[in-house]
């Protein structure tokens, strides 16, 4: 069994950047400036946002953190997005999912102009994905289609099952490995909470992700032997004998899991990390395109 180590790839990753940053001062061009947008005190999304902002200053970003309070009306909030898709010296931005209830999510989406939405969730961003055209590919999505690629993992003619079918993992990474590129070509079954005999499905995949949001839902006995499996989710568990009094796990039983797998993800330490990694790359790119 080989460990899918995004905390690794995504270290590397950033050494890239950062070089290329390196690269963009020397010719004495502008470098990258990420900003987000955080409404509210959600602990997961000020820790998510922190860590962004930390990685910006790693890779040697400009980054601007914009906190409002969670009673921000949704016209001050679309005011925001507004001015930050006027500014020429912001490359892309990010709206910090969730939003409060009292905000329309897709509205605030669709305001953020497609030329900086380096999260890759506006419809325009999305459509161009969905043809294979080139366009931000949403972070989470982009991260397992660059650790397929760094541990060269065959993905052109395999059997793909896709557990879960949101518009942030579940249903692009569906789309974009069975694309033709150079991790896709596959045959991809993607499945949900209405498919029956899932269990039948899994164990003929050669690879499966896992992005459902249930602990530990996928067991030993869902999978063949040399699969490889890629966990997206990520739960708190009490845990008593934590000092944090819990412990994160995966949406995968990774323990026994990993006995029958060829290569697996970790949780954590798979797939999150390259998230924000892969953010950083988007924004490179928009920066480059502008």
């Known amino acids: 069994m080989i460990l899918l180590d995004g905390k690794k790839t995504s270290a590397e990753l950033k050494q890239e950047i950062a070089a290329d940053v390196e690269q963009l001062k020397k010719e004495g061009k502008k470098v990258p400036h990420l900003a987000a947008i955080l409404v509210g005190e959600d602990g997961a999304s000020q820790t998510y946002v922190n860590a962004k902002v930390k990685a910006c200053k790693l890779v040697g970003f400009e980054s601007t953190l914009i906190r409002l309070p969670a009673e921000t009306t949704e016209e001050k909030l679309l005011n925001e997005i507004a001015i930050l898709n006027i500014d020429n010296d912001i490359d892309g931005f990010i709206v910090q999912l969730p939003l409060p209830k009292h905000i329309d999510e897709q509205k605030v989406l669709m305001a953020v102009d497609p030329d900086k939405d380096v999260d890759g969730f506006h419809p325009a961003n999305v459509g161009k994905m969905a043809l294979n055209l080139p366009t931000f590919i949403s972070a989470t999505p982009f991260g397992i289609l660059e650790l397929l690629d760094r541990y060269d993992i065959e993905t052109s003619g395999k059997n793909v099952v896709v557990i879960g079918r949101s518009h942030i993992v579940g249903s692009p990474m569906s789309i974009l490995l069975a694309q033709k590129r150079k991790r896709g070509n596959?045959?991809?079954?993607?499945?949900?909470?209405?498919?029956?005999?899932?269990?039948?499905?899994?164990?003929?995949?050669?690879?499966?992700?896992?992005?459902?949001?249930?602990?530990?839902?996928?067991?030993?006995?869902?999978?063949?032997?040399?699969?490889?499996?890629?966990?997206?989710?990520?739960?708190?568990?009490?845990?008593?004998?934590?000092?944090?009094?819990?412990?994160?796990?995966?949406?995968?039983?990774?323990?026994?899991?990993?006995?029958?797998?060829?290569?697996?993800?970790?949780?954590?330490?798979?797939?999150?990390?390259?998230?924000?990694?892969?953010?950083?790359?988007?924004t490179l790119l928009a920066r480059s395109r502008r």
């Open 186 to 282: 596959a045959t991809v079954t993607i499945t949900h909470s209405r498919t029956k005999n899932l269990k039948e499905i899994t164990q003929k995949a050669d690879i499966i992700i896992a992005a459902l949001g249930i602990a530990e839902f996928l067991t030993a006995d869902m999978v063949k032997e040399g699969v490889t499996v890629i966990d997206v989710g990520i739960t708190r568990i009490d845990d008593a004998s934590k000092k944090s009094g819990y412990r994160l796990v995966g949406d995968v039983a990774f323990d026994e899991v990993a006995e029958k797998a060829a290569y697996i993800t970790p949780v954590p330490g798979g797939v999150g990390p390259m998230t924000i990694a892969m953010l950083l790359k988007n």
